[in-house]
């Protein structure tokens, strides 16, 4: 079973904090993703990684940056938290490289994050 | 227009019924589908994956992708009161950036005792 372990379920922070959302998956996914989930506007793609220290862009990168340092670990960093950011945060992976990168992508359990 | 439309819901039936989930898309190039389903606080858990046209069935769930209509369907028979969840589906194609999945708003269910 693929198994994507997000760090926190629940997190508060102050507007203005650098606040960090790790995420790390165990089954050799080359891909993992970063989506926030809000009422009404569903999955949002924040940043993707296809390889270790690559990243790609999603739809809503802005104050939001990555890193991938390992295979198994996808970091996502809020630079200056503000208050439009409280979200869920979901982290995903999923297999496959080039053509064979159709694959579903596998889900963690989210991080709740409130910026007061 | 959305590239893909899902009905929001709510969706309440009884305990046994047989629930039929939908989405529409634009995008003809999509040929890879994806069903997930969501608890309240919790990641969404993929259900089915399905490539191109027909049908895939696995237990009480049957997925079903009619490409000519651009319709995708999620049917659940002897719906039990532990499928009271959101489904979100989802679907990509092999072209382009094919990692990013394009989501529906998800239709939530409930299944009444």
């Known amino acids: 079973d693929v198994k994507v372990t997000q760090s926190s379920r629940y997190l508060v922070k102050r507007t203005g904090e650098k606040v960090f959302l790790e995420c790390v998956q165990d089954?050799?996914?080359?891909?993992m993703f970063w989506y926030r989930q809000d009422p009404g506007l569903g999955l949002r793609l924040i940043y993707f990684?296809?390889?270790?220290?690559?990243?790609e862009k999603g739809d809503i990168p802005e104050g939001y940056s990555v890193s991938r340092e390992k295979k198994e670990r996808f970091s996502l960093i809020l630079e200056s938290a503000s208050t439009n950011q409280t979200s869920m945060y979901l982290c995903?992976?999923?297999f496959g490289q080039g053509r064979y990168s159709n694959q579903p992508q596998h889900f963690g359990d989210g991080t709740r994050l409130s910026i007061l | 227009q959305k590239e893909v439309e899902q009905d929001p819901g709510p969706l309440s039936v009884p305990e046994g019924a047989i629930v039929s989930l939908n989405c529409t898309y634009s995008?003809?190039?999509?040929?890879?589908f994806m069903w997930y389903r969501q608890y309240s606080r919790k990641g969404p858990e993929l259900l089915m994956y399905?490539?191109s046209s027909g049908n895939k069935e696995d237990g009480r769930f049957t997925a079903q992708v009619d490409k000519s209509s651009k319709y995708i369907s999620l049917f659940i028979r002897d719906s039990q009161p532990s499928d009271s969840a959101t489904y979100l589906c989802?679907?990509?194609?092999?072209?382009?950036?094919?990692?990013?999945?394009?989501w529906g708003l998800g239709t939530s269910l409930a299944v009444n005792p």
């Open positions: 089954m050799d996914h080359e891909n």
């Open positions: 995008n003809s190039a999509f040929q890879y």
């Open positions: 989802a679907m990509s194609s092999p072209a382009g950036n094919n990692r990013k999945l394009i």
């Open positions: 990684s296809y390889d270790v220290k690559m990243k």
């Open positions: 399905t490539y």
């Open positions: 995903a992976s999923s």
